[in-house]
């Protein structure tokens, strides 16, 4: 009984640990096939989220590659503008060529952009109708071509090419931005009736200051291009009075050109800054050396259109093979009374390039309304007393319309 006993115990014992072990095995399979399953599951997630990722990725880099371009193309593509200068001149001065005649002064063309983010281009060409006697001629002008490098190394500018020069502060301004029609006596004897410019490099430097003024110093070296025709028929055409045809010749540069400037900008208040400076220019052989000093106070009336200008520039040159000093300047005060209408005063005197002995001197009167920044209606009433004491009243209409950025009167 016993012995069946024992066997009956070990048989139950055996077959529990099979059934028990079959069961265990089975349910660690079912587990092995559960997690298998599972990562299957996550690997197919996982693909899907990395083939998602690969596809915004490949969006955003076609996007970049696209904004890109767009930018590069917007770097290349110039800023195109037109300017034109109609003025109309009545003079009771029979010798004067433009007497009673209404024409195109000027007519000018740019293209300016961006070639890289630091490094800027501007091309200007210009038009220009001038009367001799009843004869009419068109002279095509590149008056300015250059570039501009903005960002160099220690704080630097430079600008190489063809440029309206730095020299005092209403040259480097084009005529169609001045706050009058007549050029000033001082720059017709010397530079002649169109702005100084040349070819050549110039370098820039601003100062910093713990007063946080902006001061600039620049130094330039120009191929010392000859200046234009002086145009002395307004000067003095009578031959009998003025037999040495005087003011006839301008500067007479020897060889190569350097300049300096100097320039230092005073904010006395929100509303009333200052502005001083000083230009020096000489040749290779010391022949010539111009000396130039400029001043501009300026007063804004808050919270109005209202403003008031005073502007000066003074010039002495010193002629040393002549061995004569000739000198000039001019003044003008301007007067904004609102948004459209502009007034001023503007006062002349000047000796000539060529003779220190004799000068000439004007006073004007002018009245401007700005239709828009890019077209506005001049006025402007000048008597000037020649060197050969001939007084001449003269009255100026001018009409200046522009398309495109450079037309806007941005030095205002």
Not at 76 to 94: G, H, K, R, Y
Not at 133 to 142: A, K, L, R
Not at 395 to 411: A, M, N
Request: glycine fraction near 6%; proline fraction near 3%.
């Amino acid at each position: 009984m016993n012995k069946y006993i024992s066997i009956f115990i070990c048989f139950f014992i055996t077959t529990f640990g099979f059934v028990t072990t079959s069961f265990a095995d089975q349910s660690l399979e079912s587990e092995i096939s559960q997690l298998r399953a599972e990562m299957k599951a996550m690997q197919k997630q996982y693909e899907a989220r990395i083939a998602t990722l690969e596809q915004k990725i490949g969006t955003s880099e076609s996007k970049t590659d696209s904004a890109y371009d767009k930018k590069g193309s917007e770097l290349e593509l110039p800023e195109i503008s037109v300017i034109v200068d109609n003025v109309a001149n009545f003079t009771d001065l029979e010798t004067n060529s433009t007497k009673d005649k209404v024409r195109v002064k000027e007519a000018e063309l740019s293209f300016q952009g961006y070639l890289y983010p630091d490094i800027r281009g501007d091309f200007i060409a210009a038009l220009e109708q001038e009367y001799e006697d009843n004869t009419v001629s068109t002279e095509i002008d590149i008056e300015e071509a250059y570039l501009s490098f903005l960002n160099l190394p220690f704080g630097l500018q430079a600008i190489t090419g063809r440029k309206l020069l730095s020299f005092g502060r209403l040259n480097a301004l084009h005529p169609h931005h001045w706050n009058f029609t007549e050029t000033p006596l001082v720059m017709q004897n010397l530079f002649g009736h169109h702005p100084w410019f040349d070819d050549g490099l110039e370098l820039s430097y601003l100062i910093p200051n713990s007063a946080d003024l902006y001061c600039k110093l620049a130094f330039s070296l120009y191929n010392g291009k000859q200046m234009g025709h002086a145009h002395s028929h307004s000067h003095d055409a009578d031959t009998e009075a003025e037999p040495e045809h005087f003011g006839e010749e301008l500067i007479e540069w020897d060889g190569h050109v350097y300049t300096g400037r100097a320039v230092l900008d005073i904010p006395f208040s929100d509303n009333f800054n200052g502005s001083l400076g000083y230009s020096l220019a000489l040749d290779d052989n010391n022949r010539n050396k111009l000396h130039g000093a400029d001043f501009v106070l300026r007063y804004d009336i808050p919270n109005s259109y209202h403003k008031v200008k005073w502007h000066s520039e003074y010039f002495y040159l010193e002629e040393n093979q002549r061995n004569i000093t000739p000198y000039g300047w001019f003044s003008y005060l301007l007067l904004g009374l609102n948004k459209n209408w502009e007034t001023g005063l503007k006062y002349d005197w000047s000796k000539f390039a060529d003779n220190d002995n004799k000068h000439a001197w004007a006073g004007s009167a002018f009245l401007t309304y700005y239709f828009t920044h890019s077209l506005y209606l001049r006025g402007e009433y000048q008597y000037k007393e020649h060197a050969s004491g001939r007084n001449e009243n003269q009255f100026f209409i001018q009409l200046v319309w522009g398309i495109g950025p450079h037309s806007h009167r941005l030095e205002e």
